[in-house]
């Protein structure tokens, strides 16, 4: 059984690493890295973001995925969606074409499971290591190097990313093989979406009945009704405040990934869709950039 390392893990010794992707993830993921001691080269499809982190934490920034990853160690990447993620791993001027033989490619990227087995596959063509890596945590989580990571790949590229990725990590889990930290994130999001969506419907039905919902959390949040979601999103709920990082877009593209993938493998997945179309008519409302919790505006006024 795969244990959960956390952050009493032991440092790593400083380590040439390259970080694809300064996105509200990928900017603090890096500069935990540059703060950890590790030497860090930085990429962005927008050179002004690369930029700023070389400002803000120093190291250096390349023009292309493939200088960045050229003297590095480890490539480190986090961005949107399968194909973000062919675009800075493929073809002349993606990662592979500059990582030497023997280094490693660890994604955070939440994409397919199909992706990752593809992406695996091919690095292994090339003499390369590719493990899946998934995040949880949001832009909290990243900010503070609390991360949750989700590992698919060999034990023995697990335990090379391991001590570096900690730098952002709060528990870093290798799962399985390759794909399996996408499986496993597929699982999260699944979870957390009927965690909301349940959330929503407790508070709207409590401020339609007069409670003080805040009150009303502070007590059940003390019993079997607890959950991160309520600890965190409750009472910002009740105040109709909806910008705490991880969007409606993002979710939306992370459930069409977890029912893709049901329709793979015959899992059942009714309140998922569910709870996705009630997403998408946030969207309708503008709110693609809310966070996840914004579920509650179909339900109050």
Same mark, same amino acid.
Request: net charge neutral; glycine share 14%; hydrophobic share 50%.
């Given at each position: 059984?795969?244990s ?7 440092a790593s010794p400083?380590?040439r690493?390259a %970080?694809l992707g ?10 935990h890295?540059?703060?950890?001691g590790h030497?860090v080269?930085?990429y962005?499809?927008s050179?002004?973001?690369a930029k700023?982190?070389? #400002?803000e934490?120093?190291? #250096?920034?390349s023009?292309? $995925?493939?200088?960045?990853a050229?003297?590095?160690d480890?490539? *480190?990447?986090c961005?949107?969606?399968d194909?973000d993620?062919?675009?800075?791993v493929?073809?002349?001027q993606g990662? *592979?074409?500059?990582m ?5 490619f660890?994604?955070?990227t =939440?994409?397919s499971?199909?992706?990752?087995r593809?992406?695996?596959g091919q690095a292994?063509?090339?003499?390369l290591?590719?493990?899946?890596? $998934?995040? /949880?945590?949001g832009?909290?989580g ?6 949750t ?5 060999s034990? /023995? ?5 391991? $001590?570096?990725?900690?730098?952002? /990590?709060r #528990?870093f889990?290798?799962?399985?093989e ?5 499986l496993?994130?597929m699982?999260?999001q699944?979870c ?12 709207a039905?409590?401020?339609k009945?007069g ?5 009303v959390?502070?007590?059940i ?6 959950? &991160? !979601?309520?600890?965190n999103?409750?009472t910002?709920?009740?105040d109709?405040k909806?910008? %705490?990082? *991880?969007?409606?877009d &993002?979710m939306r593209?992370d459930?069409?990934l977890c029912?893709? +993938?049901?329709?793979r493998?015959?899992a059942?997945?009714p ?5 996705d !179309?009630f997403?998408? +008519?946030v !969207? ?5 950039? &809310?966070d996840?919790?914004s579920?509650i =505006?179909?339900?109050?006024?």
């Open positions: 059984m795969p959960i390392q956390d952050k009493q893990y032991d400083a380590t690493v %970080f300064l996105g509200v993830m990928g900017f603090p993921m890096a500069g890295l540059a703060k950890a030497t080269t930085v962005n499809r050179a002004e973001k700023a982190w070389v #400002a934490f120093g190291g #250096a920034s023009a292309t $995925p493939a200088e960045a050229k003297n590095a480890i490539v *480190f990447c961005v949107g969606n194909d993620l062919r675009s800075v493929l073809g002349p990662a *592979f074409a500059g030497a033989k023997g280094s490693l660890v994604d955070h =939440t994409a499971a199909e992706v990752a593809e992406l695996a292994k063509g090339l003499g290591s590719f493990i899946d890596a $998934p995040v /949880s945590g832009q909290a990243a900010v503070n190097g609390l991360l990571v989700m590992v698919g790949g034990q /023995s590229d697990f335990d090379r990313a391991r $001590p570096v990725a900690m730098a952002f /990590s #528990a889990t290798r799962i399985g390759a794909g399996a930290g996408q496993a994130k699982v999260n699944i957390i979406a009927g965690l909301v969506q349940g959330l929503s419907e407790g508070v039905f409590g401020m009945a409670l003080d919902m805040k009150l959390l502070e007590v949040g003390k019993g079997a009704a607890q959950s &991160w !979601q309520m600890d999103r409750g910002t709920m009740v109709g909806f910008d %705490f990082g *991880f969007a409606v &993002w593209k459930l069409g029912m893709d +993938e049901a329709r493998n015959g059942l997945l309140a998922t869709a569910l709870v !179309q997403y998408a +008519e !969207q309708t409302k503008g709110g693609r950039r &809310w996840t919790s579920l =505006t179909r339900l109050v006024d």
